[in-house]
């Protein structure tokens, strides 16, 4: 599966990484899913699975759950516990950084990449900045996902109160974002990674004359079957033209982006004050 990826520039040093949203996919992403207790038992005492995917069938059934419960508080009448813990739950969402929403979107099925960028950058420094969130989210999430997981049991003592309890179910959905958010990361750097030799072998050189190298391992970055294809996207280009301002992208520039390339707005906003 070959997922579609926007950067571009959004404040300053600021960029955006983003992935356009295909509801098709997230459906059958879904159907995959353990719905039951019983049913993840049966994935997971096959004797096909090996331990890393039993790890992943327990972390989806997890997630499945978690988003239930999430449905229901959304749900709630106005002014219930129910609906003041869903505001709550907003307030800790939004402290989530917006790289870390973009490589959680890096799924396993991922198997190559299209990379959307405007045409007046150099496709170099795009690579490059797309290895860098990478690398960075390599070494983050590894270190937060095993915070969270240290501090579950913790977190598990306070079931004893007669409130619901918050913080375990917290540290649980960041473990659980932060092993999605690490895999993104290994996944993504797989990709670009493989292909480096790639862009050096097929871009021309200074003098605008053909690359004297050998034949590359890959395809060339123009090619559909190569591990990751960038395209320069006039149509980008002239959105951020149409809305250049010295202040960054304005609400009005993300939306119609987002809606030109099928990206979310609210994570896209994030990036504009993302460090």
Same mark, same amino acid.
């Given at each position: ?11 300053? #040093? ?15 992403? +879904? ?12 994935n997971i005492s096959s004797s096909s699975n090996s331990s890393a995917k039993n790890v992943e069938l327990v972390i989806d059934y997890a997630s499945n759950k978690m988003d239930k419960a999430w449905t229901g508080l959304e749900k709630a009448p106005e002014g219930t516990f129910k609906n003041k813990l869903h505001g709550l739950g907003l307030k800790l969402l939004s402290r989530v950084k917006p790289s ?35 690398? #960075? ?8 996902? %095993? ?28 473990? %659980?974002?932060?092993?999605? +958010? ?7 750097? $797989? ?25 590359? &391992? ?6 559909? =079957? ?7 996207? &006039?149509?980008? $280009?002239?959105?951020?033209? &149409? ?7 304005? =609400? ?17 906003? &994030? ?5």
């Amino acid at each position: 599966m070959r997922a579609r990826l926007v950067v571009f520039p959004v404040k300053g #040093r600021n960029w955006c990484f983003s992935r356009s949203i295909d509801p098709s996919l997230e459906e059958a992403a +879904a159907s995959h899913t353990p719905s039951s207790l019983k049913h993840l038992w049966k994935n997971i005492s096959s004797s096909s699975n090996s331990s890393a995917k039993n790890v992943e069938l327990v972390i989806d059934y997890a997630s499945n759950k978690m988003d239930k419960a999430w449905t229901g508080l959304e749900k709630a009448p106005e002014g219930t516990f129910k609906n003041k813990l869903h505001g709550l739950g907003l307030k800790l969402l939004s402290r989530v950084k917006p790289s870390e929403i973009f490589l959680k979107s890096i799924s396993k099925e991922v198997s190559g990449v299209e990379i959307t960028y405007p045409s007046s950058l150099n496709a170099r420094l795009v690579r490059r900045r797309l290895r860098h969130i990478a690398m #960075r989210g390599a070494a983050i999430h590894k270190k937060y996902f %095993y915070g969270s997981v240290m501090l579950l049991p913790l977190s598990s003592a306070l079931a004893v109160l007669p409130l619901p309890n918050i913080p375990f179910f917290w540290f649980l959905f960041r473990s %659980y974002s932060n092993w999605r +958010a690490l895999k993104g990361s290994e996944k993504l750097l $797989q990709l670009v990674s493989d292909c480096s030799c790639a862009e050096n072998s097929t871009a021309p050189n200074a003098k605008g004359s053909e690359p004297e190298s050998e034949e590359p &391992k890959h395809k060339s970055h123009g090619s559909q =079957d190569s591990l990751w294809v960038l395209q320069p996207s &006039k149509e980008l $280009q002239e959105l951020l033209n &149409k809305h250049a301002d010295e202040n960054g992208l304005n =609400d009005s520039a993300i939306s119609d982006i987002c809606k030109t390339f099928s990206l979310n707005a609210k994570d896209v906003s &994030k990036f504009r004050h993302s460090i």
